[in-house]
């Protein structure tokens, strides 16, 4: 058989080619592969599944074997957020013309510039910042690389990170800041926010996370702004934009750069899938010069009333002072961009406001529930919360296990006696009574 | 839109006489007597036909007869034409005459090569200009790659510019079999803003690497007590600028330390300031064959490059692909030193990136 | 029923033109915001059902963002129209991208992913209820450990340049662990080399030494052996290169890096033409990388999420990005026990949805299957070439040996017409296809670059053939029309002077009203 997903594999077709061409046979394009770099025999690969229906019986074997989060009742978050995904957030993402679409070209791919310009003009009205990029990776490239742009910006080497950062996340910053820029701590108090601490003028930057790690909202944010811009520092924040319906953006605080995952903007869990980063600034050139990333912009064409697209200020990275610790710019994931873009346009002011509201309220009830429970600690009671928190339960793993036989995934471990418990828009009243019950049972 | 034209009409006539080059009446008779044709007159045509095409609104400015008129007319215009009346044939002062005349336009294009390009640097154009490739010799930076792609850069013209380097043979040397390029000066010509719609992200933001990171390599790299001889030319001149110092387009400085102790300075006072410590010399690409040392810069001597410690040569990855793998080239008038400095050098291309590549006695190779 | 139309065309339906009567969707469609009308709603939201919280005042938002108020069908209608304006592989023939590697990415295989049991998995669930899931993990690790001949590899990076920079993470802790961190600060690539190479190295801190091609394209050998010394940390390198050209002394190279106690990475990205032919190992490479959205078929995805797979031999297993999964003969688990661990280049295992679909695509190919794939592509490629370089005025450097992509010029035709590479492509997209440049430096003047793989049929080859025929020709006999570019496409010549203006650019609606609507 032809196989399906190669054409030109059939016999006639691909001596037609040869002759056309005028050799023998494809072996002579290899010329070049010295002997002693071919592989002589077969790949050592198990053999082919040719037909459909034997693939999918084969996956769904594979697949089979998870319990996804629609079968178990899940509080895992903790960097990966369960929130409701429209469906025509689904439908969209999975238009072949989008999904099989390369980066594309202004003209060859309007509908994609236009999509994207979208997501990053909504992202703009919900950060209330001017300037937001194509989507990076995820959010832990986009503080690394949002950090990278405001030691570039101030030329100093030394950023200030909160230590309510997953450990993930850190780990991902000490990688990439390496070998340039230096990173100090900043403790966490009781409450769960940043401790005090100093700037002084070698500090590039204050980084902070909104929410935190914990779940915990910094409510001193404008006080810490003050702080770093006194000593020339910039503020940057990570901030999860779906809880930006009710929760002040960060340059409204006074945040210089804004980054972060949105993932939480209907994107599914995907064992780890979903994830892009945003990085936002206000609308100063010397500021958008440090962005690595492309920039869409509107640009008129040749007729009136047609809006163009194109790349903003696209050579500014022969500036010469961007050689220093330049960053590239690759495939990313702009898909989840545009999906995010979908996302916000059905939700609107009034649905992210509604959904903000739904998340602040039963992570409260869920945490004042969860510490009731004789034995469990909630950390950071006093702290505002969205959408996590961080409970002492004793032994962290037996509580897990013994609940995992509940069908019940009940936090993202931090620690040998410390869960970190995620509520969304998804767990209902019910489901964390649920949890609370089991909890009790297996402490009981 | 005004565009200006000069075209020398001579420009040309020697290549196909196998006269490597059109300098002097002398050989312009003896290529006419060979039964050569000008072709400067029919570039200078296609290029005003694409101005035309892409701006029809354009008017061209030119001199009477042969050195503008005839070209602009064959290429669809209705010139305006400047009160001269250039010599029969025209001579470079009717070149230069020419550029001061047409001082009212918004970009000056003339036809001819490289001798063409000193003319009108001497008269020293009041607006950016650009060369019409019609000369047997065109290795200077001010010409378009084509007659269509001048009309076009003109057409194009939004204001931007930047500085390109007027190279020139001596043609007398040429005709003996010896290729010495010289650099003259820098004319201001249209930037060639060519949006790149070839901006995939499946790749790094790559952008031409710029004059002002190699001069920050190199100043990254300076040493102590090190003495550090800067030929001519405008990247070795950006050197200088990073330092804060002017420094010198066409000669040789001597900087020690961050602080020039010499500025355009002849061989003996440049064996005198280096006398007696390390020494590292910085050269770049004159032309578009590739010399490094012996051109246009013999103040580096044989005597001179005898006490260097360290030779590294500055060039643009572009300046360097133009080149097509064609080596680097050393005619220092000694063979011995040409061969000493054979090998492999490094060419400083960008802030932390080198190249290193391949410089010969200019001798084993045949340019030209 | 009475005949009053007068019959005006005849069956039989006379035969289609040369080339495609194309027309690119246009719906002229506003921006989202200007769709907006107060009150609208695309989707409910769950009411809390438990007491409301009152947040301080210092942290509650003041003003409810400016999003568009739409209903439901208005925001999927506007999508969907967009994304009719947008060319994927599923509607053109992608040979354009030269280096990108534009495959069919079987539907099937979207299926795997959109299913819940991938779709909704939380990355830390226990690992007992993620088995399948790990299962595909380690099964994918050791089909491409066999395909690059490397000892393990981490599936981890996001994409190709991703796992480029992993490979340079690993590099930098390989060496560091020696003690010769500070001593080895060079890292060597090549001119047409992915770019990425370079960026990624100096972003990690490494001067770059670049070997510029010799005259018969090949990297200069003698710049290497000039370049090589203590203070080389590694040679990151494509074969076959950006142009399509496979360096046959690349063991050679190899060789001398480890002579001198440096590491050979081997970049990728070019692998369709030659899997199953040759690997990293034979060459004698120390690390590698694969593209899972090029080689391994996974979607575009109008620019990611895509895949990367950073390959090592054994000894730089211990750098590997974390956890890595292990099997022990039972069960799959996550091993985060790794000292010597570069950490994570990213959150949890990897994109999932692409490993799982590239998985597939392996399993639905086999050994003989990907050797299909890389003859296949060849051909296509040389067959591709044979008909370009029938076109007046392209040419390809450096003679006509090619694998898997050719990166061609234009210069003889932009010498005669003044017409750009880049006007060419842009009259392309009113024939319905893509068309890509290159990267920067133009060593190749005027450049376009093509890459049919293995998914193209010779019918599509003949066709895009034709197209830059004809578009050549049209910038013979009329450069201005070809200049005027697009007509048949969503919009018209776009001016793109004020993306460059500060006081004009508009990076969002918001910097647009601001500027221009206020």
């Given amino acids: 058989m032809t196989h399906p997903y190669i054409p030109n594999a059939e016999p006639a077709v691909r001596a037609e080619m040869l002759a056309a061409i005028g050799v023998e046979s494809v072996e002579d394009f290899y010329a070049d592969i010295p002997a002693a770099l071919r592989l002589n025999r077969p790949l050592d690969l198990p053999a082919p599944i040719t037909s459909e229906h034997e693939l999918v019986r084969h996956m769904g ?33 999975s238009r072949g013309e989008f999904l099989t679409a390369y980066a594309g070209e202004p003209y060859e791919d309007h509908g994609r510039f236009q999509a994207i310009f979208e ?17 990076t990776y995820d959010g832990f490239q986009a503080s690394g690389t949002a950090l990278r742009m405001a030691a570039r910006y101030t030329g100093r080497r030394t950023v200030l990170v909160t230590a309510a950062i997953g450990a993930d996340k850190l780990s991902k910053l000490h990688d990439f800041l390496a070998p340039d820029i230096e990173i100090t701590m900043i403790p966490v108090t009781e409450t769960g926010e940043a401790a005090a601490f100093t700037v002084d003028d ?67 869990q995907s064992y780890g899938g979903g994830h892009a980063g945003y990085i936002a600034t206000r609308d100063e050139p010397r500021l958008v010069a440090e962005f690595p990333s492309r920039l869409f912009g509107i640009a008129p064409t040749a007729v009136p009333g047609e809006y163009g697209f194109g790349d903003v200020f696209y050579d500014r990275t022969s500036f010469a002072l961007r050689e220093e610790g330049k960053e590239w710019v690759g495939t990313a994931a702009s898909l989840w961009g545009i999906t995010a873009g979908v996302y916000l346009a059905l939700m609107g002011p009034e649905g992210m406001r509604e959904l903000g509201e739904t998340v602040l309220a039963r992570t409260r009830y869920a945490m004042d529930e969860l510490g009731a429970v004789p034995g469990v600690r909630v950390l950071h009671p006093e702290g505002v919360h969205f959408r996590e928190f961080a409970v002492e339960v004793g032994d962290a793993d037996a509580l897990l296990t013994a609940l995992r036989a509940h069908d019940i995934f009940a936090g993202v471990r931090l620690d040998a006696g410390t869960l970190l418990v995620c509520v969304t828009e998804r767990h209902s009243k019910d489901d964390i009574d649920t949890l609370v019950r089991a909890v009790r049972e297996v402490r009981g | 839109m005004r565009i200006g034209l ?27 007597a060979r039964g050569a044709t000008a072709r400067a007159g029919e570039r200078a045509a296609a290029a005003v036909r694409a101005l035309l095409a892409a701006r029809p609104d354009a008017t061209v400015v030119t001199v009477p007869g042969a050195m503008g008129e005839a070209a602009a007319r064959a290429g669809g215009a209705e010139p305006e034409l400047a009160a001269l009346a250039p010599g029969e044939p025209s001579s470079a002062g009717d070149t230069r005459a020419a550029v001061r005349a047409l001082a009212a336009v918004d970009v000056l294009l003339f036809a001819g090569g490289d001798g063409t390009a000193r003319d009108v640097l001497d008269a020293g154009p009041g607006v950016p200009v650009l060369g019409i490739p019609a000369g047997v010799k065109v290795y200077s930076g001010c010409f378009a790659v084509g007659p269509a792609a001048a009309g076009l850069a003109a057409a194009e013209f939004a204001g931007s510019t930047t500085e390109a380097e007027v190279v020139d043979l001596d043609e007398q040397a040429y005709r003996e079999g010896r290729v010495s390029p010289r650099l003259y000066g820098t004319l201001t010509v249209p930037a060639a803003r060519v949006r790149l719609s070839g901006r995939k992200t499946g790749s790094t933001t790559a952008a031409p690497t710029t004059v002002e990171g190699i001069a920050r390599e190199v100043v990254a790299r300076m040493r102590p007590g090190v003495r550090y001889i800067l030929g001519p030319g405008s990247t070795t001149r950006a050197v200088g600028r990073a330092l804060g110092s002017e420094g010198t387009l066409l000669g040789v400085d001597v900087v020690a330390d961050g602080v020039p102790i010499g500025i355009d300075v002849s061989e003996r006072a440049l064996l005198d300031l280096v006398d007696g410590h390390e020494v590292a010399a910085v050269v770049s690409v004159i032309g578009g064959q590739g010399f490094v040392l012996g051109r246009g810069n013999q103040q580096i001597s044989p005597r001179v490059l005898a006490r260097v410690h360290e030779l590294t040569v500055l060039a643009t990855r572009e300046k360097l692909a133009a080149l097509g793998g064609r080596p680097l080239l050393a005619d220092t008038g000694d063979p011995a030193t040409d061969a000493r400095l054979g090998g492999y050098v490094r060419v400083v291309t960008g802030y932390r990136e080198s190249v290193p590549y391949r410089i010969v006695p200019a001798s084993e190779e045949s340019v030209g | 029923m009475s005949a009053t139309v007068e019959s005006f065309a005849k069956l039989p339906i006379e035969a289609k033109p040369p080339l495609r009567r194309f027309h690119q969707a246009r719906w002229d469609e506003p921006i989202i915001f200007e769709l907006s009308s107060p009150g609208r709603r695309g989707i409910g939201v769950p009411e809390a059902g438990v007491p409301a919280v009152e947040l ?33 592989v599923d509607v053109n023939i992608a040979v354009g991208q030269g280096t990108c590697t534009m495959k069919y990415s079987p539907k099937v295989n979207d299926r795997f992913v959109s299913d819940t049991r991938i779709a909704e998995l939380h990355p830390a669930q226990p690992e007992d209820s993620v088995q399948g899931v790990l299962e595909i993990y380690w099964r994918m690790e050791r089909m491409l450990a066999e395909i690059s001949g490397l000892h393990r590899v981490s599936l981890q990076p996001n994409s190709g340049s991703a796992a480029i920079y992993t490979n340079i993470a690993m590099i930098r802790a390989y060496h560091a662990s020696r003690g010769e961190g500070e001593q080895r600060d060079q890292v060597i690539t090549t001119m047409f080399s992915h770019p990425s190479n370079a960026a990624c190295a100096k972003l990690a801190g490494y001067e770059v030494i670049t070997l510029m091609p010799d005259a018969e394209g090949h990297p200069d050998i003698e710049a290497l052996r000039a370049a090589v010394g203590p203070r080389t940390a590694a040679l990151m390198i494509t074969n076959p290169e950006d142009t399509g050209i496979y360096n046959p002394r690349i063991a050679e190279f190899v060789e001398l890096v480890h002579g001198v106690g440096g590491l050979a990475c081997y970049d990728q990205a070019n692998a369709n033409g030659i899997l199953g032919i040759t690997r990293a190992a034979e060459a004698g490479f120390d690390l590698c990388h694969f593209n899972l959205h090029k080689t391994f078929s996974t979607p575009h995805m109008c620019g990611g999420p895509a895949a990367g797979a950073s390959g090592v031999a054994e000894k730089l297993v211990p750098f590997l990005p974390g956890p890595t999964v292990e099997f022990d003969g039972e069960r799959y688990f996550l091993d985060a026990d790794r000292p010597q661990s570069i950490g994570k280049v990213r959150p949890y295992l990897g994109v999932t949805q692409n490993v799982v679909r590239a998985y597939a695509w392996i399993m639905a190919l086999g050994a003989e299957g ?21 076109i007046r005025g392209a040419s390809a450097p450096w003679g006509r040996r090619r694998l898997e992509q050719v990166r061609y010029s234009w210069e003889e035709l932009y010498e005669e017409t003044g017409v750009h590479s880049e006007d060419i492509g842009v009259r392309a997209a009113d024939f319905g296809v893509h068309y890509w440049t290159s990267h920067h430096p133009y060593l190749v003047p005027e450049p376009f670059t093509l890459e049919p793989t293995e998914s193209y049929s010779k019918e599509d080859l003949d066709e895009y053939a034709a197209i830059l025929a004809h578009v050549a020709e049209e ?19 776009i001016d793109p002077t004020c993306l460059d203006d500060p006081e004009q650019w508009a990076p969002t609606w918001r910097a647009y009203v601001r500027k221009h609507l206020s």
């Fill in chain 3, 370 to 390: 990907l050797r299909q794939v890389a003859e296949t592509a060849v051909l296509n490629n040389n067959y591709l070439q044979h008909k370009i370089l029938q």
């Fill in chain 1, 119 to 135: 997501y990053v003009s909504m992202m703009a009205e919900l950060l209330e910042m001017d300037v937001v990029n194509v989507p």
């Fill in chain 2, 6 to 32: 000069i075209v020398n009409p001579v420009a040309g006539l020697g290549g196909a006489a196998g006269l490597k080059g059109s300098d002097g009446t002398e050989v312009q008779r003896e290529a006419l």
């Fill in chain 3, 475 to 493: 910038a013979r006999t009329d450069p201005e029309f070809v200049k005027g570019a697009p007509y048949n496409s969503t919009v018209h010549k």
């Fill in chain 1, 202 to 268: 070698t500090v590039a930057a204050v980084y902070l996370e909104y929410p935190n790690a914990y779940g915990v909202v910094e409510t001193r944010m404008a006080e810490i702004a003050e702080l770093a811009h006194a000593r020339g520092a910039l503020l940057v924040v990570s901030a999860d934009p779906i809880a930006l319906g009710v929760l002040a953006p960060p340059a409204t605080l006074g945040a210089d750069i804004v980054c972060g995952d949105i993932q939480s903007l209907g994107m599914h």
């Fill in chain 1, 61 to 93: 074997a594979l697949l089979g074997r998870n319990t996804d989060t629609t079968e178990a009742l899940s509080f895992l978050g903790g960097g990966c957020y369960p929130h409701h995904v429209p469906a025509v957030c689904d439908e969209v993402n």
């Fill in chain 3, 56 to 88: 301080p005042a210092a942290v509650r938002r003041q003003a409810p963002p400016a999003l568009p108020e739409m209903s439901q069908l208005h925001v999927l209608r506007h999508y969907v129209r967009l994304s009719q304006e947008t060319l994927g």
